[in-house]
Nanobody, 120 residues
Framework: VQLQASGGGLVQAGGSLRLSCAAS????????GYWYRQAPGKQRELVAG???????NYADSVKGRFTISRDTAKNTVYLQMNSLKPEDTAVYYC???????????????WGQGTLVTVSS
């Protein structure tokens, strides 16, 4: 399974971006998806997650501004980011838990990261 993250860029404070994380390959199904971010000099932190039932969770710092969603048919997880703030500047990484056909258990894959820069 390969992940392709996209959608990052430079935006002014108050603006919006939508990140996408597309999974490709054969014989898999996405169980849950997550977006993490890592700002310069800081540890990677969980921003949002969505489980197999569509339940979501968010970091307190992004609640009410960010929305995670998934398109099962497209094997894609999205992060809609609104009302962006300079402190949202970071490299954003997607993480997907998948089930592989014919194999027990859950497998974890990371995307390559996409840079989001919010100017004040």
């Amino acid at each position: 399974v390969q992940l392709q993250a996209s959608g990052g860029g430079l935006v002014q404070a108050g603006g919006s971006l939508r990140l996408s994380c597309a999974a490709s390959g054969r014989g898999f199904s996405i169980k849950s998806g997550y977006w993490y971010r890592q700002a310069p000099g800081k540890q990677r932190e969980l921003v949002a997650g969505i489980n197999s039932g569509g339940g979501t969770n968010y970091a307190d710092s992004v609640k009410g501004r960010f929305t995670i969603s998934r398109d099962t048919a497209k094997n894609t997880v999205y992060l809609q980011m609104n009302s962006l703030k300079p402190e949202d500047t970071a490299v954003y990484y997607c993480n997907i838990d998948v089930a592989l056909a014919g194999r027990p258990g859950t497998y974890h894959f990371w995307g390559q990261g996409t840079l989001v820069t919010v100017s004040s």
